[in-house]
């Protein structure tokens, strides 16, 4: 199953690409860390790894490397704004419960 970017999500990392001045698109995975063990982590890709699995949305690549697959197929990504804050939005349908602070979560 895939991993997905909404319009906003896509228009968001494509502006950031455009302003950074290089980047091929957006690398999407999972670390161990926080009260119930895991976290997503996002990072800007230059170069792809051979390994990786690599999904296109409205002209935008994510990347996910293997390990962090079974924990994100499904998901899909947003971009939201709500006041003064922020941030990307994960919808992961493999998700059975997060934190209180909202930074990590279990499958």
Known sequence: MA???TERAADHISRYLQK???GIGLRLGVRT???SGMAYKLEYVDEPASEDSV???HGVKVFVDPKSMPYLSGTQLDYAREGLNEGFRFSNPNEKATCGCG???TV
């Open 103 to 105: 930074e990590s979560f």
């Open 55 to 57: 999904f296109e949305f």
């Open 20 to 22: 950074r001045g290089k």
């Open 3 to 5: 991993v997905t970017l």
């Open 33 to 35: 860390t926080g009260c």
